[in-house]
């Protein structure tokens, strides 16, 4: 089945606890995002990807990092977690132009955090 | 700083009914429109895609793009209360595209209720 997995799916930690979201895709997908979700604001890309070794900044990328070692896997890195990236968090990802289907971008089922 | 505007809502619709969702963008070079449903506490789910001017038809949902105007609209023919979530436009910015292909800004949404 073709998917994206977050996890956690939930997480309530602590300001300045760093902590990881993983988030792994099966379709060989070229791009994958982060995006936060917040009331009011809608969605915002935080980081997103085109490849392996290939990032670059969303729109809300302070305090998130990013890598994308392997083309199945981008992780969240949150490095000093602070109360104001308390949200809800999707990852995505969708194949490059030249599959023809760039319009297909599948969404993981979400990751909330509550940090204290 | 891209902006995509949607209409605020909440928008509300007897079943049976035509719902209209609009959609403006500030990038006149935007290449790329989407349509998102999100049900509340899920992900978003893409419902329909447009790249050319005109109207897009796929069942029940027809998307219009006007890029002379810069807006993009969804109409959705004999709503159904299963029709009810929030509706997000998304697009992805002008620009070269090995640059702005992994971008994509959205709109806060448009929270549609179709009553029985």
């Known amino acids: 089945e073709a998917q994206v997995t977050q996890n956690p799916r939930y997480l309530i930690t602590v300001t300045g606890k760093k902590l990881t979201v993983t988030c792994s895709q099966n379709?060989?997908?070229?791009?994958m995002s982060w995006y936060r979700q917040d009331p009011g604001l809608g969605l915002r890309q935080i980081y997103y990807?085109?490849?392996?070794?290939?990032?670059d900044k969303g729109d809300v990328p302070e305090g998130y990092k990013v890598s994308r070692k392997e083309k199945r896997n981008f992780p969240l890195i949150l490095e000093s977690p602070s109360p104001n990236q308390t949200s809800l968090y999707f990852c995505?990802?969708?194949?490059?132009?030249?599959?023809?289907?760039?319009?297909?971008?599948?969404f993981g089922p979400g990751t909330r955090l509550l940090v204290l | 700083q891209k902006e995509v505007e949607q209409n605020s809502g909440p928008l509300s619709v007897p079943e049976g009914a035509i719902a209209s969702l609009n959609c403006t963008y500030s990038?006149?070079?935007?290449?790329?429109f989407f349509w998102y449903r999100q049900y509340s506490g899920k992900s978003p789910e893409l419902i329909m895609f447009?790249?050319?001017?005109g109207d897009k038809e796929d069942g029940r949902f027809t998307a219009q793009l006007n890029k002379a105007s810069q807006y993009v609209s969804l109409l959705i023919r004999d709503s159904q209360p299963s029709d009810s979530a929030t509706y997000l436009c998304?697009?992805?910015?002008?620009?070269?595209?090995?640059?702005?292909?992994?971008?994509?800004?959205f709109g806060r949404g448009t929270q549609l209720t179709v009553w029985p």
């Open positions: 998304a697009v992805i910015p002008g620009g070269d595209r090995g640059s702005t292909l992994g971008r994509l800004y």
């Open positions: 990038d006149r070079g935007s290449q790329s």
């Open positions: 447009i790249y050319s001017n």
């Open positions: 995505a990802s969708r194949p490059g132009w030249a599959s023809g289907k760039r319009e297909t971008q599948y």
């Open positions: 990807s085109m490849n392996v070794e290939v990032t």
């Open positions: 379709m060989n997908h070229e791009y």
